[in-house]
C-alpha cells in the first residue's frame, strides 16, 4: 500500500472543467435515486465516462453483523458478483472504512496484505487500484473501489477527483439505505398492521361463528393471506386419541382447497408430537424429508411446515398448520405472533366444540323426549312379570346375573312371551337403569328405513332427507337398546351392526363422521338364529356376538302353574281401567284357562282377560270360554308344537346312541346336524343326560 500522495506520469494534475461538468451530471442523476440496485446501474451507466478503470466495485458496511458486503459492479468481462462478505479485517475495503483514508495499490503484485479480496482481483488481471471511503455527514458507509489493467494508474491528481466523485457516491448511497429502511419500516408497519387486524378479524370470527367448518375455513384462508404462504390447515384429535381429523385444508397451488374432512393416524407425523409435546414445530429440508411417506405435504411439494399447538385452559386441543412453497418460509420470529393466532383460534375451536356437544346433547334429549313420550303412551306393565314357577325363577335369575355387566343379551322365546318385558326388567335392575332404555322392532321398519332408524342420516343422505337425524343407537347412548325380532335385520345391514357392537363406533347414513357410543345391546328373537346360521340366512359372527348370554323364555303353556296369577292380575288391571268391581273368578273358569294351550302364550291371554272384563256386567269375571273350546278344536292340544315335537326327536337319536353326541352313529350324525348345534339345542332345550 502507498501513500496517495505519491503522482504516477499519467495522472492528470488538475481535473479538467469537462470533468467538473460530468461530475455535476453525475451527482445530480445519482442523487435522485431511491434503491441501490438502481443506482448501482446508473453508475456503472455513468463513472466510465469520468473514470479509468476496468473493475469497479462498491462495498457497505453492514452494522449488526460487522461485515464488509461486497458489491463488483463492472468487471472486463462485464459479468456481474453477487453479494460476498468478508469481515472488516479481511476487506482492504474494511480498512479504509476503519481508517477513513484511501487506499491506492501501484503494483498488486507488490501488495501482501489481504490475499484472499488481492487474488479476486488479479482474477481480472487487475495490476492497481484505488479503494476510498463513502462517508457523508451522518455516518460511514463503506468504501467504492477502482481497479485498473494498467500498472501505477491512480495518481494524486486521480486520487483527488476520485474522492470527489466518492463523495457523491456516498450521498447517494445514503439517500438510498434511508429510503429503503424507510420503505422497509413502512412495510414492516404494515405488516404488523395487517397482522393485528388478522388479530382483530380472528377474535371477531371467534367470538360470533359457532359452526365448527365455517370457522376452521375463514381461519385457514386468512391465516394463509397474513403469513403469505401455501397451506393451512387445522387438525383436531379424534376420540380414540390416535387419529387427528383434517379441516379446512387450504392449497394456493392451483387455487386447490379441500373442505371436506379426511382421518389421519397420529403417530409418525408432525402434528401427532404438537400434540405430545405441545411446543412448535418448523421443519425444512432434510427435517421434512424424514417423515418420509407418512407426510403428504412433502408430495405436495411443500418444503417448509410450521405447526403450532393450539392451547386453550392449558391443554393442546388441536394444531394450526402451515406450509410454504420454497424453505425457510417460517422463521422463529413469526412464532410468537402464530402462537398468538393459534391460542385464539384454540378458543373459537372449544367455544364451537362446546356449542357442538351442547346442540347435539339438546337433540338428543329432544329425541328422548319424544321417544319417552311415545313410550307412555304405550302400554308397557313392568310388572307384568308375574308367576311362581320354576322355569320363570329361573330366568329371572338369570337375569339378575347379567344385568350389572354389559354384556350383550339374546332373548329367545315364541312370540308373546314377554321377551320386551324381560329386557326391560334387565334395564330397569341394570348400573343404566336412570338413562333411556330404546326399543327397536327390527321387522316392523322397513329396509330402506332400518338403516337410517338405527345408525340415523345427514341431510341430504336420501330422498326426504331434509334434517339430520340421530338414530336409536345414539339415543341410547349410555343406557339401553333393545333390538327386538333381531332375526329379520337384512343381510346387506348385519356388518354395521356386527360393527357398533364390536367396536362401539358407527357412521350415519350419509356421513364420514365417525362416531362413538356406548350402548348396552339386549336383542330378542322368535326365530332360531342357530338353524338361520346353517342355512346362511344370518351372519355367524354377528350370532356368536349376539348369543353371549342367552336367555330362553319359556311359553306359557310350559308354566301353567303361573297363569292364575296372570289372570289376576289382568283382571284387576282392566277392571280399574274400565272402573268396574270384580272380585271373583270362577273355578271353571280359571280351569279352562290353565287347560287351554296358549299358542299367543301371555299376549293372547292378556287380550282375552281384557276381552272378558269388557263383557262382565258384575262382580264374578265372565270369560267366553266358547272362544277357547273353538280354538281347541281349531288347534288340537295333540298337535304339538315344534319345539316338543324337536325335543323328542333329540331325546330318542340320543337314546339310540346311548348318549354319544358326535361321531359316526352319534347322535348329531343320526339327526344330520353338527356336533356343536345339537349341543346348543340340547341346552336351549335343557337336555342333560340322565345320571346313572
Not at 655 to 678: S, Y
Given at each position: 500500500?502507498?501513500?496517495?500522495?505519491?503522482?504516477?506520469?499519467?495522472?492528470?494534475?488538475?481535473?479538467?472543467?469537462?470533468?467538473?461538468?460530468?461530475?455535476?451530471?453525475?451527482?445530480?442523476?445519482?442523487?435522485?435515486?431511491?434503491?441501490?440496485?438502481?443506482?448501482?446501474?446508473?453508475?456503472?451507466?455513468?463513472?466510465?465516462?469520468?473514470?479509468?478503470?476496468?473493475?469497479?466495485?462498491?462495498?457497505?458496511?453492514?452494522?449488526?453483523?460487522?461485515?464488509?458486503?461486497?458489491?463488483?459492479?463492472?468487471?472486463?468481462?462485464?459479468?456481474?458478483?453477487?453479494?460476498?462478505?468478508?469481515?472488516?479485517?479481511?476487506?482492504?475495503?474494511?480498512?479504509?472504512?476503519?481508517?477513513?483514508?484511501?487506499?491506492?495499490?501501484?503494483?498488486?503484485?507488490?501488495?501482501?496484505?489481504?490475499?484472499?479480496?488481492?487474488?479476486?482481483?488479479?482474477?481480472?488481471?487487475?495490476?492497481?487500484?484505488?479503494?476510498?471511503?463513502?462517508?457523508?455527514?451522518?455516518?460511514?458507509?463503506?468504501?467504492?473501489?477502482?481497479?485498473?489493467?494498467?500498472?501505477?494508474?491512480?495518481?494524486?491528481?486521480?486520487?483527488?477527483?476520485?474522492?470527489?466523485?466518492?463523495?457523491?457516491?456516498?450521498?447517494?448511497?445514503?439517500?438510498?439505505?434511508?429510503?429503503?429502511?424507510?420503505?422497509?419500516?413502512?412495510?414492516?408497519?404494515?405488516?404488523?398492521?395487517?397482522?393485528?387486524?388478522?388479530?382483530?378479524?380472528?377474535?371477531?370470527?371467534?367470538?360470533?361463528?359457532?359452526?365448527?367448518?365455517?370457522?376452521?375455513?375463514?381461519?385457514?384462508?386468512?391465516?394463509?393471506?397474513?403469513?403469505?404462504?401455501?397451506?393451512?390447515?387445522?387438525?383436531?384429535?379424534?376420540?380414540?386419541?390416535?387419529?387427528?381429523?383434517?379441516?379446512?385444508?387450504?392449497?394456493?397451488?392451483?387455487?386447490?382447497?379441500?373442505?371436506?374432512?379426511?382421518?389421519?393416524?397420529?403417530?409418525?407425523?408432525?402434528?401427532?408430537?404438537?400434540?405430545?409435546?405441545?411446543?412448535?414445530?418448523?421443519?425444512?429440508?432434510?427435517?421434512?424429508?424424514?417423515?418420509?411417506?407418512?407426510?403428504?405435504?412433502?408430495?405436495?411439494?411443500?418444503?417448509?411446515?410450521?405447526?403450532?399447538?393450539?392451547?386453550?385452559?392449558?391443554?393442546?386441543?388441536?394444531?394450526?398448520?402451515?406450509?410454504?412453497?420454497?424453505?425457510?418460509?417460517?422463521?422463529?420470529?413469526?412464532?410468537?405472533?402464530?402462537?398468538?393466532?393459534?391460542?385464539?383460534?384454540?378458543?373459537?375451536?372449544?367455544?364451537?366444540?362446546?356449542?357442538?356437544?351442547?346442540?347435539?346433547?339438546?337433540?338428543?334429549?329432544?329425541?328422548?323426549?319424544?321417544?319417552?313420550?311415545?313410550?307412555?303412551?304405550?302400554?308397557?306393565?313392568?310388572?307384568?312379570?308375574?308367576?311362581?314357577?320354576?322355569?320363570?325363577?329361573?330366568?329371572?335369575?338369570?337375569?339378575?346375573?347379567?344385568?350389572?355387566?354389559?354384556?350383550?343379551?339374546?332373548?329367545?322365546?315364541?312370540?308373546?312371551?314377554?321377551?320386551?318385558?324381560?329386557?326391560?326388567?334387565?334395564?330397569?335392575?341394570?348400573?343404566?337403569?336412570?338413562?333411556?332404555?330404546?326399543?327397536?322392532?327390527?321387522?316392523?321398519?322397513?329396509?330402506?328405513?332400518?338403516?337410517?332408524?338405527?345408525?340415523?342420516?345427514?341431510?341430504?343422505?336420501?330422498?326426504?332427507?331434509?334434517?339430520?337425524?340421530?338414530?336409536?343407537?345414539?339415543?341410547?347412548?349410555?343406557?339401553?337398546?333393545?333390538?327386538?325380532?333381531?332375526?329379520?335385520?337384512?343381510?346387506?345391514?348385519?356388518?354395521?351392526?356386527?360393527?357398533?357392537?364390536?367396536?362401539?363406533?358407527?357412521?350415519?347414513?350419509?356421513?364420514?363422521?365417525?362416531?362413538?357410543?356406548?350402548?348396552?345391546?339386549?336383542?330378542?328373537?322368535?326365530?332360531?338364529?342357530?338353524?338361520?346360521?346353517?342355512?346362511?340366512?344370518?351372519?355367524?359372527?354377528?350370532?356368536?356376538?349376539?348369543?353371549?348370554?342367552?336367555?330362553?323364555?319359556?311359553?306359557?303353556?310350559?308354566?301353567?302353574?303361573?297363569?292364575?296369577?296372570?289372570?289376576?292380575?289382568?283382571?284387576?288391571?282392566?277392571?280399574?281401567?274400565?272402573?268396574?268391581?270384580?272380585?271373583?273368578?270362577?273355578?271353571?273358569?280359571?280351569?279352562?284357562?290353565?287347560?287351554?294351550?296358549?299358542?299367543?302364550?301371555?299376549?293372547?291371554?292378556?287380550?282375552?282377560?281384557?276381552?272378558?272384563?269388557?263383557?262382565?256386567?258384575?262382580?264374578?269375571?265372565?270369560?267366553?270360554?266358547?272362544?277357547?273350546?273353538?280354538?281347541?278344536?281349531?288347534?288340537?292340544?295333540a298337535a304339538r308344537t315344534l319345539v316338543e315335537v324337536e325335543r323328542d326327536q333329540i331325546l330318542?337319536?340320543?337314546?339310540?346312541?346311548?348318549?354319544?353326541?358326535?361321531?359316526?352313529?352319534?347322535?348329531?350324525?343320526?339327526?344330520?346336524?353338527?356336533?356343536?348345534?345339537?349341543?346348543?339345542?340340547?341346552?336351549?332345550?335343557?337336555?342333560?343326560?340322565?345320571?346313572?
Open positions: 500500500m502507498t501513500d496517495p500522495s505519491t503522482t504516477g506520469d499519467n495522472a492528470p494534475t488538475k481535473p479538467p472543467a469537462s470533468q467538473h461538468q460530468a461530475l455535476l451530471e453525475v451527482a445530480e442523476s445519482i442523487a435522485t435515486h431511491r434503491d441501490l440496485p438502481a443506482l448501482f446501474h446508473d453508475l456503472v451507466e455513468r463513472l466510465p465516462g469520468l473514470v479509468n478503470f476496468d473493475t469497479l466495485w462498491l462495498v457497505l458496511h453492514e452494522p449488526i453483523r460487522n461485515v464488509m458486503r461486497l458489491h463488483i459492479l463492472e468487471t472486463p468481462s462485464r459479468a456481474y458478483i453477487d453479494v460476498i462478505e468478508r469481515t472488516v479485517e479481511d476487506s482492504p475495503s474494511g480498512w479504509v472504512w476503519e481508517h477513513q483514508k484511501a487506499l491506492v495499490v501501484p503494483d498488486m503484485e507488490q501488495e501482501g496484505h489481504f490475499s484472499k479480496a488481492m487474488d479476486l482481483l488479479k482474477s481480472y488481471e487487475i495490476r492497481s487500484l484505488c479503494i476510498l471511503p463513502l462517508t457523508t455527514v451522518h455516518r460511514r458507509l463503506g468504501a467504492v473501489g477502482f481497479g485498473s489493467q494498467r500498472l501505477d494508474a491512480y495518481g494524486e491528481a486521480a486520487v483527488d477527483f476520485l474522492q470527489l466523485v466518492a463523495r457523491q457516491i456516498a450521498v447517494a448511497v445514503d439517500n438510498a439505505l434511508s429510503h429503503q429502511a424507510a420503505h422497509a419500516l413502512q412495510q414492516q408497519l404494515e405488516h404488523e398492521r395487517d397482522r393485528l387486524k388478522f388479530l382483530l378479524d380472528l377474535n371477531n370470527s371467534v367470538v360470533s361463528t359457532l359452526d365448527l367448518r365455517q370457522l376452521f375455513r375463514a381461519i385457514s384462508a386468512n391465516v394463509r393471506q397474513v403469513m403469505e404462504c401455501d397451506y393451512a390447515s387445522v387438525l383436531l384429535p379424534e376420540q380414540d386419541g390416535t387419529h387427528l381429523r383434517v379441516y379446512a385444508r387450504d392449497f394456493s397451488e392451483g387455487g386447490e382447497s379441500w373442505p371436506e374432512e379426511i382421518v389421519i393416524p397420529a403417530a409418525g407425523r408432525p402434528a401427532g408430537e404438537v400434540m405430545q409435546s405441545g411446543e412448535p414445530l418448523i421443519l425444512d429440508g432434510q427435517a421434512l424429508s424424514r417423515y418420509g411417506a407418512h407426510l403428504n405435504l412433502v408430495k405436495m411439494g411443500l418444503k417448509s411446515v410450521c405447526v403450532l399447538p393450539m392451547r386453550n385452559h392449558g391443554r393442546v386441543i388441536g394444531t394450526l398448520n402451515l406450509g410454504g412453497l420454497r424453505e425457510g418460509a417460517f422463521s422463529q420470529g413469526d412464532i410468537e405472533f402464530l402462537t398468538q393466532a393459534a391460542n385464539q383460534i384454540a378458543i373459537g375451536v372449544e367455544n364451537a366444540l362446546n356449542y357442538q356437544q351442547v346442540e347435539a346433547a339438546r337433540e338428543r334429549l329432544t329425541e328422548e323426549r319424544n321417544y319417552l313420550n311415545e313410550e307412555i303412551r304405550t302400554d308397557h306393565d313392568f310388572e307384568a312379570i308375574i308367576g311362581q314357577s320354576a322355569a320363570l325363577k329361573r330366568i329371572l335369575k338369570q337375569a339378575e346375573l347379567v344385568a350389572p355387566t354389559v354384556s350383550t343379551v339374546l332373548i329367545q322365546g315364541e312370540t308373546g312371551t314377554g321377551k320386551e318385558v324381560l329386557a326391560r326388567a334387565i334395564h330397569e335392575i341394570s348400573p343404566r337403569r336412570d338413562r333411556t332404555f330404546v326399543s327397536v322392532n327390527c321387522a316392523a321398519i322397513p329396509l330402506g328405513l332400518l338403516e337410517s332408524e338405527l345408525f340415523g342420516h345427514e341431510k341430504g343422505a336420501f330422498t326426504g332427507a331434509i334434517a339430520q337425524k340421530i338414530g336409536r343407537f345414539e339415543l341410547a347412548h349410555q343406557g339401553t337398546l333393545f333390538l327386538d325380532e333381531v332375526g329379520d335385520i337384512p343381510p346387506e345391514l348385519q356388518p354395521k351392526l356386527l360393527r357398533v357392537l364390536q367396536e362401539q363406533e358407527f357412521e350415519r347414513l350419509g356421513g364420514t363422521r365417525t362416531l362413538h357410543v356406548d350402548a348396552r345391546v339386549i336383542a330378542a328373537t322368535s326365530r332360531d338364529l342357530a338353524q338361520m346360521v346353517e342355512n346362511r340366512e344370518f351372519r355367524s359372527d354377528l350370532y356368536y356376538r349376539l348369543n353371549i348370554f342367552p336367555v330362553l323364555v319359556p311359553p306359557l303353556r310350559e308354566r301353567p302353574e303361573d297363569i292364575p296369577l296372570l289372570v289376576a292380575h289382568f283382571t284387576d288391571k282392566y277392571a280399574r281401567r274400565m272402573d268396574k268391581r270384580i272380585s271373583k273368578i270362577p273355578e271353571e273358569t280359571m280351569v279352562a284357562l290353565k287347560r287351554y294351550h296358549w299358542p299367543g302364550n301371555v299376549r293372547e291371554l292378556q287380550n282375552f282377560i281384557e276381552r272378558a272384563t269388557i263383557l262382565t256386567s258384575g262382580s264374578t269375571l265372565q270369560a267366553p270360554l266358547s272362544e277357547l273350546k273353538q280354538a281347541g278344536r281349531e288347534v288340537p292340544r330318542r337319536a340320543l337314546r339310540e346312541a346311548q348318549w354319544v353326541l358326535g361321531g359316526p352313529g352319534g347322535a348329531a350324525d343320526r339327526l344330520g346336524l353338527k356336533r356343536t348345534t345339537l349341543f346348543y339345542k340340547m341346552r336351549k332345550l335343557g337336555i342333560s343326560r340322565p345320571a346313572n
